[in-house]
C-alpha cells in the first residue's frame, strides 16, 4: 500500500511510530491519539495514504467506514458516554492538520467535556 514519507500516519502504519492501536483489520488502523479530546477519543485510519474521503479509492470507502462502525460499538460498550461525535475534516479552512484521512470517533459526556459545542450558536 502506497505510503508518503513523512507522513505522521504513514509511519504509524509502517511501525516507525508507536501508537495504542484499539482496532485493525486489512485496510484500517484505529488508535488513541496522543492528546485526545475525551476519555475514549480514537482515531481511524485507511493503512494507503489518502488526504482526505475524496481521495482515498471508492473501494477502501466501505472498509473504512466498517471500521469506524466496529470501533464506535467498542467504545460505546467500554466508555458508555451520552454521545459520541464522529468527525471528519477536510482541508485546513476544516481544522484538518494531519493530512492523512483520517475520521475521529469522539465519546461525548453529559456532565460536560473538553470538546464543547461543535456547532455555532443559531442567529
Request: aromatic share 8%; with cysteine.
Amino acid at each position: 500500500m502506497p505510503h508518503l514519507p513523512g507522513c505522521p500516519f504513514c509511519d504509524i502504519v509502517s511501525g516507525a511510530s508507536a501508537v495504542d492501536v484499539v482496532h485493525e483489520t486489512a485496510h484500517t488502523l484505529a488508535f488513541t491519539p496522543r492528546g485526545p479530546a475525551t476519555e475514549g477519543h480514537t482515531l481511524v485510519i485507511p493503512k494507503v495514504h489518502a488526504t482526505n474521503l475524496w481521495k482515498l479509492p471508492a473501494d477502501l470507502v466501505a472498509p473504512l467506514f466498517e471500521a469506524v462502525r466496529e470501533v464506535g460499538d467498542l467504545l460505546w460498550d467500554e466508555y458508555l458516554p451520552d454521545g459520541m461525535n464522529v468527525i471528519h475534516s477536510a482541508g485546513a479552512a476544516a481544522t484538518q492538520t494531519v493530512f492523512h484521512l483520517h475520521v475521529h470517533l469522539v465519546p461525548r459526556y453529559a456532565a460536560g467535556d473538553r470538546m464543547g459545542p461543535i456547532w455555532p450558536e443559531r442567529a
